[in-house]
Nanobody, 124 residues
């Protein structure tokens, strides 16, 4: 019904930058909230940043001042600009969307979808 596809991950040295993208597709009426989460090996998945359709943002304390989340509503795409990267930022980064959709002729609201993730590796 809805697909979220992340891109932009890779290997970068500490202090460098990466820009992640998340493209949503499907029978989407609206995406109320988009967010980025990350999961390191053996760790719980944790929130990195979220952004509402109106542009309100929320960040984990560990990334404030370094990461910026944004979205292009016309393209159903979210971005995560990551600057001053640290080795502890190494993780698989997942895109999340809280979505209102059309299922056939039926509207369904507030459904949660996840992408498959993109790997970010920060070397020291």
């Amino acid at each position: 019904q809805v697909q979220l596809v992340e891109s932009g991950g890779g290997l970068v040295q500490a202090g460098g930058s990466l820009r992640l993208s998340c493209a949503a597709s499907g029978s989407i009426l609206s995406i109320n909230v988009m967010g980025w989460y990350r999961q390191a090996p053996g760790q719980q998945r944790e929130l990195v940043a979220t952004i509402t359709s109106g542009g309100s943002t929320n960040y984990a304390d560990s990334v404030k001042g370094r990461f910026t989340i944004s979205r292009d509503n016309a393209k159903n795409t979210a971005y995560l600009q990551m600057n001053s990267l640290k080795p502890e930022d190494t993780a698989v980064y997942y895109c999340n969307g809280r979505v209102d959709i059309f299922d056939g002729w039926r509207r369904r609201d507030g459904l949660d979808y996840w992408g498959k993730g993109t790997l970010v590796t920060v070397s020291s």
